[in-house]
């Protein structure tokens, strides 16, 4: 069965923390690989796909298929990184997580 | 300005009166896509359409139906709506090529059922 697995409802860390979003998933096949960004009272939008590989917003994700995950991954948090985050991978359709809720506190 | 609208924004309405949500996208998108946001369930896929007449079940298609008979709209149809189905609904819409690619989202639109 395809499956998103985001363990943490909520991630609190103070300004210039290291983040790490955790994301494990289950497809068949190779999908694409992305993150969702959402702040508050904005659309949802993409922050992140695997096959750009870049950095976005200081944000990166590494995927590691031998254990099917895709961290999103900053090492220095800020203030305006507080949203939630949905990890979506996909093929002709896209699989949400349940999405992690960052809070990042001055 | 390129993106993706939905209406109405807001909706309460009484079991069993049907109801359509309206969703239009000004990208000449081919694949779009609907969504259902709950509380600890995150968004999931309700029906998408990789292009004009072309539409297939997401994981909850059940009490819905789409059309896609523009490419421009992708309407969500409720025939008769149920409690369950209150939730907040988002509309989406990409290009087509080579496998997903970055899904443009609309504002969505709140249904409450009573």
């Known amino acids: 069965a395809q499956r998103v697995t985001q363990p943490e409802k909520l991630l609190s860390v103070f300004k210039g923390a290291p983040v790490e979003l955790k994301c494990n998933y289950s497809y068949s096949g190779s999908p694409e690989l992305f993150w969702y960004v959402q702040y508050s009272r904005q659309r949802l939008q993409l922050l992140l796909r695997?096959?750009s590989r870049e950095s976005i917003k200081g944000f990166t994700a590494d995927l590691n298929k031998g254990e099917t995950s895709f961290h999103l991954k900053k090492p220095f948090a800020q203030e305006e990184d507080s949203a939630m985050y949905y990890c979506a991978p996909g093929a002709d359709k896209l699989i949400f997580g349940t999405g992690t809720r960052l809070q990042v506190f001055p | 300005e390129a993106q993706v609208t939905q209406n109405p924004r807001y909706l309460i309405t009484v079991t069993g009166k049907k109801l359509t949500v309206t969703c239009s996208q000004n990208m000449n998108h081919e694949y779009m896509s609907w969504y259902r946001q709950d509380p600890g369930l995150g968004l999931r896929q309700i029906y998408y359409?990789?292009?004009?007449?072309v539409t297939d079940k997401g994981d909850v298609p059940e009490g819905y139906k789409v059309s896609r008979k523009e490419k421009r709209n992708f309407p969500l149809i409720l025939e008769s709506p149920s409690p369950n189905q209150t939730s907040l609904y988002f509309c989406?819409?990409?290009?087509w090529g080579e496998g997903l690619n970055e899904q443009y989202f609309g504002p969505g639109t709140r249904l409450t059922v009573t």
């Open positions: 695997h096959i």
């Open positions: 989406a819409s990409s290009p």
């Open positions: 359409s990789m292009n004009v007449e």
